[in-house]
């Protein structure tokens, strides 16, 4: 038998030209979390002078994102706010408590780690096979309020970002008949604190990229065991689907969250159709929307006779 001669050629060195492009874009991207978290913070004036942000932070690559620019934000800003970090560790087998101490001392930020068993009670409330998630949330948001109490801190910060939030507002129009998303700021359901979310206009794809440019020390979000939700599955894989195939598409469902305009919609809490009036007045900004669709304009289909102004 021959002997099979195996030779493989050793990695080509990237070239100078390369190098330095790949740093380039990733100086862009860097520019570009800041930017855009900077102007989520300006928009809904989230941070203010004094503030002490506690940044939620769960191992995974939107909160690492977050508190990375945050902390480069601080050193800009014109004003004066703290950040801890605060990690809750819920005891879910083979987490690896010892990734985010040292991460975080190394980065010379003020942290807590809260140590509370979440797993287990999920485990003893929940029957096997039932989805973990909600009330696994619930025991985490109740606990992340009181180390917010304890820490002396009056916004909480959370990684989430525009792809979360365009999947939630998916999920509650598809499966929940709603016209709601995830707030950029909202008060706690405890009505202490104001919860903000400053990547609101962070595309996920940018997370990740951003959080292997850094080289994040990344803790799986698997370890409980929990499955993904299928219907959150099933949106992201239309939102990717879309990206692809109709660009454009996914940055204007997300700009028209932030242009609603409640007299073309039907929720009559929101507008009172009950009550209007013809009142002679022209409104310029009234039912105009789409006039030049070919559905409108008549004359433009073939075989048509254009119509004669009245
Ligand atoms: S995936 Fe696991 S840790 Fe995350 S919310 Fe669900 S049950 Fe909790």
């Known amino acids: 038998m021959n002997a099979v001669l195996n030779i493989t050629a050793p990695a080509a060195e990237p070239s100078?030209?390369?190098?330095?492009?790949?740093?380039?874009?990733?100086?862009?991207?860097?520019k570009r979390l800041c930017r855009l978290v900077g102007q989520a913070i300006g928009d809904f004036n989230m941070i203010e002078d004094g503030d002490k942000v506690m940044v939620c932070l769960s191992g995974g690559k939107d909160s690492y994102a977050l508190l990375d620019i945050l902390m480069t934000l601080r050193e800009r800003a014109p004003i004066d706010?703290?950040?801890?970090?605060?990690n809750l560790d819920q005891k879910q087998p083979n987490f690896p408590a010892d990734i985010l101490p040292a991460y975080l001392a190394k980065l010379g930020v003020p942290f807590h780690i809260?140590?509370?068993?979440?797993?287990?009670?999920?485990?003893?409330?929940?029957?096997?096979?039932?989805?973990?998630?909600?009330?696994?949330?619930?025991?985490?948001?109740?606990?992340?309020?009181?180390v917010a109490d304890e820490l002396g801190c009056n916004k909480i910060?959370?990684?989430?970002?525009?792809?979360?939030?365009?999947?939630?507002?998916?999920?509650?129009?598809?499966?929940?008949?709603?016209?709601?998303?995830?707030?950029?700021?909202?008060?706690?359901?405890?009505?202490?604190?104001?919860?903000?979310?400053?990547?609101?206009?962070?595309?996920?794809?940018?997370?990740?990229?951003?959080?292997?440019?850094?080289?994040?020390?990344?803790?799986?979000?698997?370890?409980?065991?929990?499955?993904?939700?299928?219907?959150?599955?099933?949106?992201?894989a239309m939102l990717r689907d879309w990206e692809k195939k109709h660009p454009g598409r996914v940055?204007?469902?997300?700009?028209?969250?932030?242009?609603?305009?409640?007299?073309?919609?039907?929720?009559?809490?929101?507008?009172?159709?009950?009550?209007?009036?013809?009142?002679?007045?022209?409104?310029?900004?009234?039912?105009?929307?789409?006039?030049?669709?070919p559905c409108s304009t008549p004359a433009a289909m073939p075989g048509t006779i254009p119509l004669q102004p009245l």
């Open 16 to 30: 100078q030209k390369s190098v330095e492009k790949t740093a380039l874009e990733n100086n862009k991207l860097h």
């Open 114 to 146: 809260e140590n509370q068993d979440t797993y287990s009670i999920v485990k003893r409330l929940i029957p096997e096979g039932k989805t973990t998630c909600s009330l696994c949330s619930r025991l985490r948001r109740g606990i992340l309020y009181r």
């Open 251 to 293: 940055e204007n469902t997300f700009s028209a969250l932030s242009t609603v305009v409640p007299s073309h919609l039907m929720d009559r809490d929101l507008f009172g159709f009950a009550d209007i009036k013809a009142d002679g007045l022209a409104n310029p900004q009234g039912d105009i929307a789409f006039d030049e669709e």
């Open 157 to 236: 910060a959370l990684g989430h970002h525009r792809d979360d939030i365009m999947e939630t507002f998916f999920l509650n129009m598809f499966f929940g008949g709603k016209l709601k998303g995830m707030p950029a700021k909202l008060v706690s359901d405890d009505g202490k604190h104001m919860v903000i979310r400053p990547m609101a206009y962070v595309k996920e794809e940018d997370t990740e990229r951003y959080a292997q440019v850094k080289g994040f020390p990344i803790i799986p979000c698997d370890l409980c065991g929990s499955q993904e939700n299928l219907q959150r599955k099933q949106i992201k």
């Open 81 to 86: 706010f703290e950040i801890v970090a605060v």
